[in-house]
């Protein structure tokens, strides 16, 4: 007799095979020291990675994913001498790249988002960041159904740019590469010679603070507490052109132009001040830039929470990027079955209304996740 099969297995089979596709052809943008990384996979139907990989060549790399396509896919930020080897302490440890994290839900200002979230046991639709538990029926089964806010991921992406100046400017790297994460974040990743490769997890830690601004002087820095002294000017060096720069930006003075503390304070009080100081602050998660052992997502592989590639991003568009169907490699129109309703919202750029139990037409960019999350499954 013919095993009849089920919605989810059939669905696991699409998703793999749409991965199957698009990794068939060159989408990896690879290190030249890619033998001397360690890679991991998460696959498609397992919550566990399998770690310690290690690959010749592009060519290897492909074979060995188009054969178990995962969901995630990681390289180390650090180069070994023997990446396969399972014991950290015998990988013979080289060095480690210079690796930044900003993760816009994270943001201060974002931490309040609103994203539509769904319970796959009763329906219900919500809106906020990173809901656990149904407000409705108490389940835990509740999963985001949109992505981050377009208001968000600019935040992010000035972020993004704010901290590739501070590492050019201040730091001297002459190549900064910002990326997309493929779900709600930016990678910012330094072109990392022998001296960067070399830094330790202290010395990392330090430059994590600078950029943070943690313990940091205002009034030694730049004589914020002497109201006769002069604000500093943009153009100069480090944490005073940071400050200059966020003092002149914000109350419109023209660069070349001189103003006191004291004159400024007629227009804003001490605490406003400081407010807007910690502006030209970035948050960065400092986890990942201070552990020389990090993975990372690959440029060009598919971050199997929103089915959306790691894409490396020009400057320009940054302060102006959202999350679009047309970042999506899966183009197609695809027939799916919904497991819930979502009427009247618009998700990645799409206006939708789409009913539980009803068979829909929907773009591959919103099948590949909704699939994957349970919201729906091919038809
Ligand atoms: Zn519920």
């Given at each position: 007799m013919l095993r009849r099969e089920h919605p989810r297995e059939k669905s696991i089979g699409w998703i793999k095979k749409k991965l199957i596709e698009?990794?068939?052809?060159?989408?990896?943008?690879?290190?030249?020291?890619?033998?001397?990384?360690?890679?991991?996979?998460?696959?498609?139907?397992?919550?566990?990675?399998?770690?310690?990989?290690?690959?010749?060549?592009?060519?290897?790399?492909?074979?060995?994913?188009?054969?178990?396509?995962?969901?995630?896919?990681?390289?180390?930020?650090?180069?070994?001498?023997?990446?396969?080897?399972?014991?950290?302490?015998?990988?013979?440890?080289?060095?480690?790249?210079?690796?930044?994290?900003?993760?816009?839900?994270?943001?201060?200002?974002?931490?309040?988002?609103?994203?539509?979230h769904v319970c796959l046991d009763c329906g219900h639709l919500m809106y906020g960041n990173k809901i656990k538990k149904c407000l409705k029926c108490g389940s835990q089964n509740v999963v985001e159904a949109s992505p981050v806010s377009d208001e968000c991921m600019k935040k992010g992406g000035e972020a993004a740019l704010m901290l590739a100046r501070i590492l050019r400017k201040d730091f001297g790297f002459d190549e900064v590469r910002i990326y997309f994460s493929g779900n709600r974040g930016f990678h910012v990743r330094p072109l990392c010679d022998d001296e960067c490769l070399k830094l330790n997890g202290e010395e990392r830690r330090e430059i994590?603070?600078?950029?943070?601004?943690?313990?940091?002087?205002?009034?030694?820095?730049?004589?914020?507490?002497?109201?006769?002294?002069?604000?500093?000017?943009?153009?100069?060096?480090?944490?005073r052109g940071r400050i200059g720069e966020a003092i002149y930006n914000k109350f419109g003075i023209k660069y070349g132009e001189r103003i006191t503390w004291s004159e400024l304070q007629k227009k804003a009080d001490v605490q406003e001040l400081k407010s807007y100081i910690s502006s030209a602050t970035v948050e960065i998660d400092e986890k990942v830039t201070v552990d020389v052992h990090r993975l990372i997502r690959i440029p060009g592989s598919i971050n199997g929470k929103l089915g959306l590639p790691v894409i490396k991003l020009n400057e320009a568009d940054l302060s102006n990027f959202s999350i679009r169907c047309e970042l999506s490699p899966f183009k197609e129109k695809v027939k799916v079955k919904m497991n819930v309703t979502i009427t009247d919202k618009t998700i990645m750029g799409v206006k939708m209304s789409v009913y539980k139990g009803e068979e829909e037409e929907i773009p591959g960019c919103l099948a590949f996740p909704f699939i994957l999350k349970g919201l729906a499954d091919v038809s």
């Open positions: 698009y990794y068939s052809s060159n989408v990896f943008e690879l290190p030249d020291n890619l033998s001397s990384r360690e890679f991991a996979v998460q696959p498609l139907t397992t919550q566990s990675y399998i770690r310690h990989l290690s690959f010749k060549s592009e060519r290897e790399l492909r074979d060995y994913i188009l054969k178990n396509p995962p969901l995630h896919l990681y390289y180390s930020s650090a180069l070994y001498l023997f990446p396969e080897v399972r014991e950290m302490e015998s990988k013979g440890y080289i060095g480690s790249e210079l690796i930044f994290d900003i993760d816009v839900d994270e943001l201060s200002s974002c931490r309040l988002m609103e994203q539509l994590v603070d600078y950029i943070k601004g943690v313990g940091l002087d205002l009034d030694k820095i730049a004589g914020f507490g002497k109201k006769e002294w002069l604000v500093p000017s943009p153009d100069e060096p480090g944490w």
